[in-house]
C-alpha cells in the first residue's frame, strides 16, 4: 500500500448527494495543496464508480458537479478504490467501472485505514 495523507471513506451514492460532494469536493481539494489522495468507496457508494452513475449528482452551488469533480479529482492524481465485496452486493461490475478506479479487497480497506496519515469519514 502506498502512504496516503487523506483517506476518504465513503458508503453514500445518490440517495445522501450532500456527502458524495464533500468527498469529491475535499479530496480535489487536498490534491490541490499537495497531498496524496485517496478514496474509498465501501457500501452503496460502488455505484458512484460505474461508468455515467455520478454524473447525475449535483447539488448547486457554491459546490461542483460530481461530473466535474470525479474527473478533476483522477486528473489531479487523486486514487478511488472500490471494495470488491460491495460490488459484488451491488451488482456491480468490474468492466463497468471508469478508468483509473482500483478493485480492493477488505484486507487492503483495513491496512489503508490503519497507514493513513488522516481519514475523512462520510458515511
Known amino acids: 500500500m502506498n502512504e496516503v495523507d487523506l483517506l476518504i471513506t465513503l458508503t453514500a451514492h445518490e440517495r445522501d448527494a450532500n456527502n458524495v460532494t464533500i468527498a469529491f469536493t475535499m479530496g480535489l481539494k487536498a ?5 496524496k489522495v485517496e478514496i474509498l468507496l465501501l457500501s452503496d457508494a460502488v455505484h458512484l464508480a460505474k ?7 449535483d ?3 457554491p459546490f461542483k ?7 478533476a479529482y483522477l486528473e489531479k492524481g487523486g ?10 452486493h451491488n451488482n456491480v461490475a468490474k468492466e463497468d467501472i ?11 480497506v483495513v491496512d489503508a485505514i490503519m497507514e ?3 481519514t475523512l469519514q462520510l458515511n
Not at 79 to 88: D, F, G, L, Q, Y
Open 116 to 118: 493513513s496519515k488522516k
Open 65 to 71: 458537479s460530481i461530473q466535474e469533480l470525479l474527473p
Open 79 to 88: 486514487n478511488i478504490k472500490v471494495c470488491s465485496s460491495c460490488m459484488e
Open 59 to 61: 447539488i448547486g452551488a
Open 51 to 57: 461508468k455515467g452513475y455520478a454524473d447525475q449528482i
Open 31 to 35: 490534491l490541490e495543496k499537495g497531498h
Open 98 to 108: 471508469v478508468d483509473g478506479a482500483e478493485v480492493i479487497n477488505a484486507d487492503y
